[in-house]
């Protein structure tokens, strides 16, 4: 039993250190994939329609309180 | 549609990936190294659809783009069982099979459902925002199993060479691509530079599979002081 507990707490302390990893690499990111698997050319993400540069994000201009997002 | 350079690199790693493959069945490792090979061989095939696609589609078509993202998904979920098949092999003295598997199967659920848990709140593309969600968390994942891996081997005093190349080539791996990843978001000028690292860093994998397996023999062994020392 306490061997199951063991691998219970390893999986989360796994959990949490990815988790807690990505977080600090895209903390100023913009929303862009991490994608790796096989050599071929990677395309925009499915829902980034068109190839226009992303615009900054709306809550960035200014030093005045983030509000809520629209959605 | 891709310059000259990103054909070269992507039929380079193609080729890095029949590679491996022979090389794994030339030293008779494709059953010991199974799901390895599983995923090379997935790679390969993806790799392949994901050719016929852009040349059918276009570069920036939506086909291409979906083929892509959810096929690197399924290759992530792949790597990730891959890589606790290296547990079994490392922890098969201890006869922890049974927990490895146990952990797995935890781990990959509780991933799927942090990764849920992110994307429900986007009403649009439910489905295409969580698989590659739990793609980009099944990296870290794996980029954090493999160090722990790395430090178990250390403190196993782990000598077979093949084993050690393996885990060490998936560990530079992930963590050329974490890095690639963290000055893409730091300095989004670089990023002209920084996509088409991935490309490169992705030839490194089978290249350096295919070497283990063609140049290190199953019974090679490393001097453990050559792991590590351990003051007494």
Redesign the interface.
Known sequence: MSRKLAVVLFVMVVLVAAMGLKTIVTTHGDGSVMMAAGSAPAPPTPWKAGSAPAPPTPWRAGSAPAPPTPW | M?GPF?WF??F???LCEATVLVCAYKRQALRRYFLLNLYVAG?MA??IG??YI?IEHG??S?Q???F??Y??AI??VF?YFALSTLYTHVFGELKAEK?VK??TI??LA??AL?SYSVVVQ????LV??FV?ELS??L???G???TY?LWAAILKLRETRTRLVQIVLSLGVYFSL??AN??I???Y?GL?AYS??L??????FLPLAWAYAFWRLPEDARLAPSRLAVIPR
Request: zero cysteines.
């Open positions: 891709p990103a690199i992507w380079v790693g193609l790679l993806s790799e994901r050719y852009l570069f920036k939506l291409y783009r979906y892509y993202y096929s690197d290759l992530t790597l927990y146990l952990g935890l781990l509780g991933t942090f986007s009403s649009a593309k295409t925002h590659v980009q968390n990296y870290f994942v980029l954090v199993l722990v691509l974490a990843y963290a893409r978001n730091l989004p990023s996509v088409p991935v490309q490169v860093f992705s030839t």
